[in-house]
C-alpha cells in the first residue's frame, strides 16, 4: 500500500489554518521562545535531546509551585522505565490549584460551574472552593485519615467531586476515582486491591430522567473490603438511605473543623490510582504523583489546546477515566473555569451538550467520536441552532474517528471555524501522546504530531523509525506523566509496556506518519488488529467503511479464529432506523467493505445489533465483542456501561459464521 492508501479517506485536505496572529499568542510558541526554538519542530527536537531541561522550563511557564525548589529535574538512576521527577523538591499540586491564589483577584473569579440534568446549575469561586476543600481535608484527618492513606472516590460529576479530590490530595492522601456506574464488584475489587481506608460516595445520581442508587452498591462494596473504616455519603440526589454507624454524612465531615494545612510531599508521593479496565484479567491500577499527572495534563491543555486563564473548559467525563481528574487538575492551575454536567448527552434532547456551551459560554469543548456519532442524527435542532462562538478549540479522544462523522464534528460543532484536535495517549500517560495544536495545519483525522516532551516515534518490528508506513506507535524517552508501574504489580507493567523492545514504550496503537506533511494519523490498536490469510487490517480501516454508509449509525470490527485464514472479519452494526430487510442491508455492507479493501478481507459476517458495549465515556469495547460473540467468558465487565448489549452479540455468535 502507498502511504495515501494507510491513511484512512487518504489525506484530506487542509481544512483549517491558523492566523499569525494565533501561532504568536500560543501557549506553545511561548515555551517554545523560552528554551531558544523557533517553531514546534525545534521544540520537540530540544524536549527529545534533554527531557529534563524542557520539563523544567514547562513547570516554570506553567506555573506549578514547589514549596522547596528540586536540584535535579530528571534522575534515570533506575532506568527509563522508572524515572524520578524534581528530586530533592517538595510540593503539593493543591498548592498550585488553590493556596497560591489567596488575597489575589483570582480568589473571586468562578473555579467550577455545575449543571445537572434537572436544570439545576451552582457556582464556586476559587475562594469557596478552597474554604470547602479545607473543611473536608479536616474531616478527613479527623477520620483517620494520613499521609499516603487511599481514599476511593465513587462520585457523579458534581461539585463535591471536585472538592473531594482537591481535599484528598491537600492531605497527602491518594485518590481513588471509580466510575459512577461501577457495580458493588467492581468497586470493591479496585479497593481491595489498593487496600482503600475511606470511601466517599453520593446516595445517586440522575441519568436520563431517573435516579440511580449509589449508596446500597457503595454499602455491598464496603462489605467486600475489609480495609475500609468509613463510607462518607454525599446526600445529592434525595435517595433513602441507610447510615451504618461507621458512615458519616457530607454535611457532618466538613463541619469537622475549619481546616488544615496543606501538606507537602515529595514530588514523586502518589497523587492518585486510576484503574484500567481490561475486558480479561485484573483491573490495572496506575500510579501517578503530584508532580506527574497534574504537569502532564496542565502541559497538554496549555501546549496542545492553547488552554488560557480565561477559558471555560467542559469536557464530558466522568471522574472514573482520566479526564475527570485533568479536568479538575488542569483547569484550575491554568487559573481557567472547569464546567461540570451530571446526566446523559441526550437528556432531555439531543441538544443538551450544545446548550450547555452555549449557556456556560464554553471555549474549550471535549467530546468522544462515538459520542458524537450517536449524536448526529439523534434529532433535536443540532448544534448550528445554538450560538457556539465562544468555542476556541474542540478536542476528541477515546476512540478513533470515521471521516463522516470528523466532517460533521468540525462543520457542525466547530463551524468551519475552530480546529478540531485529536487527542491520542491513555491513563497510563497522564494525557497524549499526539495531538493537534493551534499553529499547525488541519486536515482531517490528522494529529500535528507528538506533544513536546512526549519523544515519540513510529517504529518497525525491529524499532527502527519509520516515515510513510504502518507502525508501531511508541516513546523513546521520559516523561512526569508516566504511570510509576502498576500498584502492587511492577511486572506487569513492565510486561505491558517495556517488554518488546529494549528501552522503548510500546503503547499499543498503530501509527502512520504522512512522508508529505509530516502530520500523523493513529489507525487503532496494534493488538486489535486484524489478520486474515496473511492480510492484515485495523478495525478502524473497517468502522470507517461502515460508518460512511447512511444507513449506519456506529459499528464495530473484530477478528475471530479461524482454523484456515488464521482470523477471520466479523463485523456488527447498529443501524439509525430499522431495517425491513435487516439481511439484505448485512450483504450490502459486506460488499462495500469487500470492494474497498479486496475480496479476501470480506467479513464472514455482517451482525446487525441494536447496540454495541461501551464504556461511560463512549469508548466501544471491541475485546468484550470478540469474547462475547465467541462464547468466551469476560472477567470484567466494570467498564460497560451498558453489558446488558452483550447478549444479542453472544446470540449472534451462537448462529453465526456466514454472512447476515
Given at each position: 500500500?502507498?502511504?495515501?492508501?494507510?491513511?484512512?479517506?487518504?489525506?484530506?485536505?487542509?481544512?483549517?489554518?491558523?492566523?499569525?496572529?494565533?501561532?504568536?499568542?500560543?501557549?506553545?510558541?511561548?515555551?517554545?521562545?523560552?528554551?531558544?526554538?523557533?517553531?514546534?519542530?525545534?521544540?520537540?527536537?530540544?524536549?527529545?535531546?534533554?527531557?529534563?531541561?524542557?520539563?523544567?522550563?514547562?513547570?516554570?511557564?506553567?506555573?506549578?509551585?514547589?514549596?522547596?525548589?528540586?536540584?535535579?529535574?530528571?534522575?534515570?538512576?533506575?532506568?527509563?522505565?522508572?524515572?524520578?521527577?524534581?528530586?530533592?523538591?517538595?510540593?503539593?499540586?493543591?498548592?498550585?490549584?488553590?493556596?497560591?491564589?489567596?488575597?489575589?483577584?483570582?480568589?473571586?473569579?468562578?473555579?467550577?460551574?455545575?449543571?445537572?440534568?434537572?436544570?439545576?446549575?451552582?457556582?464556586?469561586?476559587?475562594?469557596?472552593?478552597?474554604?470547602?476543600?479545607?473543611?473536608?481535608?479536616?474531616?478527613?484527618?479527623?477520620?483517620?485519615?494520613?499521609?499516603?492513606?487511599?481514599?476511593?472516590?465513587?462520585?457523579?460529576?458534581?461539585?463535591?467531586?471536585?472538592?473531594?479530590?482537591?481535599?484528598?490530595?491537600?492531605?497527602?492522601?491518594?485518590?481513588?476515582?471509580?466510575?459512577?456506574?461501577?457495580?458493588?464488584?467492581?468497586?470493591?475489587?479496585?479497593?481491595?486491591?489498593?487496600?482503600?481506608?475511606?470511601?466517599?460516595?453520593a446516595d445517586g445520581f440522575s441519568r436520563r430522567g431517573s435516579?440511580?442508587?449509589?449508596?446500597?452498591?457503595?454499602?455491598?462494596?464496603?462489605?467486600?473490603?475489609?480495609?475500609?473504616?468509613?463510607?462518607?455519603?454525599?446526600?445529592?440526589a434525595g435517595v433513602p438511605v441507610t447510615m451504618r454507624d461507621?458512615?458519616?454524612?457530607?454535611?457532618?465531615?466538613?463541619?469537622?473543623?475549619?481546616?488544615?494545612?496543606?501538606?507537602?510531599?515529595?514530588?514523586?508521593?502518589?497523587?492518585?490510582?486510576?484503574?484500567?479496565?481490561?475486558?480479561?484479567?485484573?483491573?490495572?491500577?496506575?500510579?501517578?504523583?503530584?508532580?506527574?499527572?497534574?504537569?502532564?495534563?496542565?502541559?497538554?491543555?496549555?501546549?496542545?489546546?492553547?488552554?488560557?486563564?480565561?477559558?471555560?473548559?467542559?469536557?464530558?467525563?466522568?471522574?472514573?477515566?482520566?479526564?475527570?481528574?485533568?479536568?479538575?487538575?488542569?483547569?484550575?492551575?491554568?487559573?481557567?473555569?472547569?464546567?461540570?454536567?451530571?446526566?446523559?448527552?441526550?437528556?432531555?434532547?439531543?441538544?443538551?451538550?450544545?446548550?450547555?456551551?452555549?449557556?456556560?459560554?464554553?471555549?474549550?469543548?471535549?467530546?468522544?467520536?462515538?459520542?458524537?456519532?450517536?449524536?448526529?442524527?439523534?434529532?433535536?435542532?443540532?448544534?448550528?441552532?445554538?450560538?457556539?462562538?465562544?468555542?476556541?478549540?474542540?478536542?476528541?479522544?477515546?476512540?478513533?474517528?470515521?471521516?463522516?462523522?470528523?466532517?460533521?464534528?468540525?462543520?457542525?460543532?466547530?463551524?468551519?471555524?475552530?480546529?478540531?484536535?485529536?487527542?491520542?495517549?491513555?491513563?497510563?500517560?497522564?494525557?497524549?501522546?499526539?495531538?493537534?495544536?493551534?499553529?499547525?495545519?488541519?486536515?482531517?483525522?490528522?494529529?500535528?504530531?507528538?506533544?513536546?516532551?512526549?519523544?515519540?516515534?513510529?517504529?518497525?518490528?525491529?524499532?527502527?523509525?519509520?516515515?510513510?508506513?504502518?507502525?508501531?506507535?511508541?516513546?523513546?524517552?521520559?516523561?512526569?506523566?508516566?504511570?510509576?508501574?502498576?500498584?502492587?504489580?511492577?511486572?506487569?507493567?513492565?510486561?505491558?509496556?517495556?517488554?518488546?523492545?529494549?528501552?522503548?514504550?510500546?503503547?499499543?496503537?498503530?501509527?502512520?506518519?504522512?512522508?508529505?506533511?509530516?502530520?500523523w494519523y493513529v489507525l487503532g490498536r496494534s493488538d486489535d488488529?486484524?489478520?486474515?490469510?496473511?492480510?492484515?487490517?485495523?478495525?478502524?480501516?473497517?468502522?470507517?467503511?461502515?460508518?460512511?454508509?447512511?444507513?449506519?449509525?456506529?459499528?464495530?470490527?473484530?477478528?475471530?479464529?479461524?482454523?484456515?485464514?488464521?482470523?477471520?472479519?466479523?463485523?456488527?452494526?447498529?443501524?439509525?432506523?430499522?431495517?425491513?430487510?435487516?439481511?439484505?442491508?448485512?450483504?450490502?455492507?459486506?460488499?462495500?467493505?469487500?470492494?474497498?479493501?479486496?475480496?479476501?478481507?470480506?467479513?464472514?459476517?455482517?451482525?446487525?445489533?441494536?447496540?454495541?458495549?461501551?464504556?461511560?465515556?463512549?469508548?466501544?469495547?471491541?475485546?468484550?465483542?470478540?469474547?462475547?460473540?465467541?462464547?468466551?467468558?469476560?472477567?470484567?465487565?466494570?467498564?460497560?456501561?451498558?453489558?446488558?448489549?452483550?447478549?444479542?452479540?453472544?446470540?449472534?455468535?451462537?448462529?453465526?459464521?456466514?454472512?447476515?
Amino acid at each position: 500500500m502507498s502511504p495515501s492508501e494507510d491513511i484512512p479517506g487518504g489525506p484530506g485536505p487542509v481544512v483549517w489554518q491558523p492566523s499569525a496572529q494565533v501561532v504568536a499568542d500560543s501557549g506553545v510558541m511561548r515555551l517554545a521562545a523560552r528554551l531558544g526554538a523557533s517553531s514546534v519542530d525545534e521544540l520537540r527536537a530540544t524536549a527529545d535531546a534533554d527531557p529534563g531541561r524542557f520539563w523544567s522550563a514547562a513547570a516554570d511557564d506553567l506555573g506549578v509551585d514547589f514549596a522547596t525548589p528540586y536540584s535535579q529535574a530528571l534522575d534515570l538512576s533506575d532506568g527509563v522505565e522508572f524515572p524520578r521527577w524534581w528530586r530533592g523538591g517538595a510540593m503539593n499540586i493543591v498548592t498550585s490549584c488553590l493556596d497560591r491564589y489567596v488575597a489575589t483577584p483570582q480568589d473571586g473569579k468562578v473555579a467550577l460551574i455545575w449543571e445537572a440534568e434537572a436544570g439545576e446549575v451552582r457556582e464556586l469561586t476559587y475562594a469557596q472552593l478552597r474554604q470547602e476543600v479545607a473543611r473536608v481535608a479536616a474531616g478527613l484527618v479527623a477520620l483517620g485519615v494520613a499521609p499516603g492513606d487511599r481514599v476511593a472516590v465513587f462520585l457523579p460529576m458534581i461539585p463535591e467531586v471536585a472538592v473531594s479530590v482537591l481535599a484528598i490530595a491537600k492531605v497527602g492522601a491518594v485518590l481513588v476515582p471509580m466510575f459512577s456506574g461501577y457495580g458493588a464488584e467492581a468497586v470493591a475489587a479496585r479497593m481491595g486491591n489498593c487496600d482503600a481506608k475511606v470511601l466517599i460516595c453520593a446516595d445517586g445520581f440522575s441519568r436520563r430522567g431517573s435516579t440511580v442508587a449509589m449508596k446500597s452498591v457503595a454499602d455491598a462494596a464496603a462489605d467486600l473490603t475489609p480495609t475500609l473504616g468509613h463510607v462518607v455519603v454525599v446526600e445529592h440526589a434525595g435517595v433513602p438511605v441507610t447510615m451504618r454507624d461507621s458512615d458519616v454524612r457530607w454535611a457532618d465531615l466538613a463541619d469537622a473543623g475549619a481546616g488544615t494545612d496543606t501538606v507537602l510531599l515529595d514530588p514523586e508521593d502518589p497523587l492518585l490510582i486510576i484503574y484500567t479496565s481490561g475486558t480479561t484479567g485484573s483491573a490495572k491500577g496506575t500510579v501517578h504523583t503530584h508532580g506527574g499527572f497534574p504537569v502532564k495534563g496542565l502541559a497538554d491543555l496549555v501546549y496542545g489546546f492553547d488552554g488560557r486563564q480565561d477559558d471555560r473548559i467542559f469536557w464530558f467525563t466522568d471522574i472514573g477515566w482520566m479526564m475527570g481528574p485533568w479536568l479538575i487538575y488542569g483547569s484550575l492551575v491554568l487559573g481557567a473555569t472547569m464546567v461540570m454536567y451530571e446526566g446523559s448527552p441526550d437528556t432531555p434532547t439531543a441538544d443538551r451538550l450544545w446548550q450547555i456551551c452555549e449557556r456556560h459560554q464554553v471555549s474549550i469543548f471535549g467530546l468522544s467520536p462515538t459520542l458524537v456519532r450517536s449524536l448526529m442524527n439523534a434529532g433535536g435542532a443540532g448544534p448550528s441552532a445554538f450560538d457556539l462562538s465562544s468555542l476556541r478549540v474542540v478536542g476528541a479522544t477515546g476512540e478513533l474517528w470515521d471521516l463522516e462523522s470528523w466532517q460533521w464534528c468540525f462543520a457542525n460543532v466547530c463551524g468551519g471555524r475552530v480546529p478540531l484536535l485529536n487527542y491520542c495517549g491513555g491513563t497510563e500517560l497522564a494525557g497524549g501522546i499526539l495531538c493537534g495544536n493551534v499553529v499547525t495545519p488541519l486536515r482531517p483525522l490528522s494529529f500535528a504530531g507528538a506533544l513536546p516532551g512526549m519523544y515519540a516515534d513510529v517504529v518497525d518490528s525491529s524499532g527502527t523509525s519509520v516515515v510513510g508506513q504502518v507502525g508501531e506507535l511508541v516513546l523513546r524517552g521520559p516523561n512526569p506523566g508516566m504511570t510509576r508501574g502498576f500498584w502492587k504489580d511492577r511486572q506487569r507493567y513492565l510486561d505491558t509496556y517495556w517488554s518488546r523492545l529494549p528501552g522503548i514504550w510500546v503503547h499499543g496503537d498503530w501509527a502512520i506518519i504522512d512522508p508529505q506533511d509530516h502530520l500523523w494519523y493513529v489507525l487503532g490498536r496494534s493488538d486489535d488488529t486484524i489478520k486474515v490469510a496473511g492480510k492484515r487490517v485495523g478495525p478502524g480501516e473497517v468502522e470507517s467503511l461502515l460508518n460512511a454508509d447512511p444507513a449506519v449509525a456506529m459499528s464495530a470490527a473484530v477478528g475471530v479464529a479461524d482454523p484456515v485464514k488464521g482470523e477471520r472479519l466479523v463485523c456488527f452494526v447498529v443501524l439509525r432506523e430499522p431495517a425491513d430487510d435487516p439481511a439484505a442491508v448485512a450483504v450490502a455492507l459486506g460488499d462495500r467493505v469487500a470492494a474497498a479493501l479486496g475480496k479476501p478481507m470480506r467479513p464472514s459476517a455482517v451482525e446487525v445489533v441494536p447496540d454495541l458495549p461501551r464504556t461511560r465515556n463512549a469508548k466501544i469495547v471491541r475485546k468484550a465483542i470478540r469474547l462475547a460473540y465467541t462464547g468466551a467468558p469476560i472477567a470484567d465487565l466494570s467498564a460497560i456501561e451498558n453489558p446488558q448489549v452483550l447478549a444479542a452479540i453472544t446470540a449472534a455468535g451462537r448462529g453465526g459464521g456466514d454472512e447476515h
